[in-house]
DNA sequence: CGCAAAACCCAAAACGTTTTAGCTTGTGCG
DNA sequence: CGCACAAGCTAAAACGTTTTGGGTTTTGCG
């Protein structure tokens, strides 16, 4: 019942285990007919090396994680699920495992991030959805140990990061909505992350310098759920009920802010338009249909497990991406209602 | 630059690396006295045992692997989300790491699965959204090895499972409709798993067994995705316009079907009702507000984790469980419309 | 044929733990 | 006082690989 190990199958074919090893490791230092041998012997006994072994003795484990935020039921986020499915395939592509991580409490106090590097449980760690409040990323910036922020950034600080285009994201919905005449808008989106902050400021730039005073875009905080966005409708339009658009952070924001319309019977797209951000799946099906700004979720997933890789060959010191963007318009976007 | 290692630690204490090893693991045979100055010397130099030489060694790594089913951007399914949710935060707190895998033709014709546990990889299996047609399953059955199916089932054979009840949901979705009442239904459900066989047999009974004539039962097969949905509500409603309900085979079928409805003008719940299966999140924040049958997927994660343990514990041979369902109305179903 | 260089392969150390049999002490009891 | 036994600890084997310096064989060439 015993494992079938490297050893059975240097036994079986008379050479040593150092020559089995080589072989699977594709050393060209081993000849065409001891290589075909040795890969027979393996194919017949099903031999698989011993993950464990391996990675002891090479150092490396072939593994990465995926750190996800500190949310309820992180997973059911299809934002996160989307870059996660993106890293997922690709890794496994590339011979590369993935465990799962949260960034919780727990895992900031005991350095688990440093942990996980150190005893080389994994090679590498790709971040999702951190807050400019993640101080722990600074600790980890300084050391020499491979990451990414995946989509999100830290302006100005010397970090490895791919993300959408926030900014540019904020000019194609500006143009969008100036296009279709809307001068009072209401901008639903947090500000516990860089990305938003840049777009919150290259919106409200673009629409200055359209002429259009910065006191026509009405700003409210708030999570980047859908309860987020709903609350966050209601309080935008609630003070400001001569609003003809609103422009949300993330499509869950949108659609949040869509049900509260619904529910007080103003009209998506006629009354109000609403406009959101990733194109999620959801965004789609929802009703009516979302306008978005997309950004390749999945995307930016394969993207990020790229750059990891040019970090693990120490083909370069420092990966900073930022991925294109594009408007989809679908039915929850109009011209502007008539005052 | 060298990571302390556990014979370090012994070197500082003046004792052998067994004994660093036997304190590590709470092994009472050592004094409280060198206990105390083993942990000291751990916590000063922040040590972390290397988790492969540990795994190597012990022949067991306390990690687990997730198994998902190969579907597009499936990490984005919520279905599946809220169910790695409740696996991810139980196994942490536990102190077991989860892997991430799909089973795609690779993972099945490789037997990773077998090997996976074989190498000690993983301690064992959760595996989630198979259908009557993973054959590999029996493989993984006939073996030592833990695993659990999680959220299926195959009536009458011996293998490991967590499940919500799909027969009690049926009673309760044809008890809530009979009395709402609706005579003329379309059935929205998949043919792939066990759960849903049982369910549509289920609701079918209960509705013979009111009186009311199989004929009155339409039933429509398709994928469990939005799209499934809205081809299959519309492929029903086209040839039964009587239809005064619908019943999906879970949310996502059910927002999809409620989408084709809002198209053709149809109003849910005046003119039909639309009830889902699961209550995953997006249920609640569907336009209009779902009703479904709530199946606590997160809390079906966490059940499946303690089933693993009591596997790898061998308390128990046979894992066989389930879960509580419950009805929750929302806005989507209502009585059924005159004739 | 003889020799240097190239090609191929191997031995052994290293990776950092766990685990178990057994070795010292110390203790209690007759 | 001597002995049995327990408590506390250790030595050493085991886990299954990778890696590299060096040894042996083969090849090519004069």
Redesign the interface.
């Known amino acids: 019942m015993a494992?079938t190990t490297i050893k059975d199958i240097a036994r079986e074919c008379g050479v040593s285990l150092s020559t089995v090893s080589l072989v699977l490791n594709n050393n060209p230092r081993i000849s065409e007919a001891t290589r075909q041998k040795v890969l027979e012997s393996v194919q017949k006994h099903?031999y698989?090396?011993?993950?464990?072994?391996r990675?002891?003795a090479s150092q490396s484990?072939r593994?990465l994680s995926?750190v996800v935020p500190h949310l309820?039921?992180?997973?059911?986020?299809?934002y996160?699920?989307?870059i996660?499915?993106g890293i997922?395939?690709h890794a496994?592509k590339l011979g590369y495992?993935?465990?799962?991580e949260?960034a919780n409490q727990k895992f900031v106090s005991s350095?688990e991030y440093i942990?996980l590097l150190?005893?080389?449980?994994v090679d590498g760690l790709l971040i999702l959805g951190s807050s400019v409040h993640d101080d722990y990323l600074h600790e980890l910036a300084a050391t020499e140990y491979p990451y990414i922020l995946v989509n999100h950034y830290f302006p100005g600080r010397i970090m490895n990061f791919i993300s959408a285009d926030y900014i540019e994201s904020a000019r194609i919905a500006a143009n969008h909505l100036l296009q279709n005449g809307h001068r009072e808008i209401g901008l639903l989106i947090g500000t516990t992350t860089n990305t938003a902050l840049d777009f919150r400021d290259h919106f409200l730039r673009a629409y200055t310098s359209s002429g259009i005073p910065d006191t026509s875009i009405h700003w409210s905080d708030g999570w980047f759920t859908?309860q987020g966005g709903y609350e966050g409708a209601q309080w935008l339009y609630e003070r400001h009920p001569n609003l003809t658009a609103i422009m949300a952070g993330n499509d869950k924001m949108a659609?949040?802010a869509?049900?509260y319309f619904?529910r007080k019977g103003i009209k998506v797209p006629e009354d109000i338009t609403v406009i959101g951000m990733d194109d999620?799946?959801?965004a789609?099906?929802?009703?009516p249909a979302l306008t978005t700004i997309r950004h390749n979720l999945?995307d930016i997933g394969c993207k990020s497990v790229e750059g990891l890789l040019t970090l693990f060959r120490k083909e370069a010191q420092l990966v900073q991406q930022t991925l294109p963007v594009k408007l989809i318009e679908r039915e929850s976007s109009g011209p502007a209602r008539k005052a």
Chains 1, 2 share one sequence.
């Open positions: 494992r099903e698989q090396p011993n993950t464990f072994a990675s002891l484990s593994s995926v309820n039921n992180v997973f059911a986020d299809t996160f699920g989307e996660v499915s997922y395939e496994t495992k993935v465990l799962l949260m350095k942990n150190k005893t080389r449980r859908e659609i949040g869509m049900r619904t999620v799946q959801a789609e099906f929802a009703n999945y």
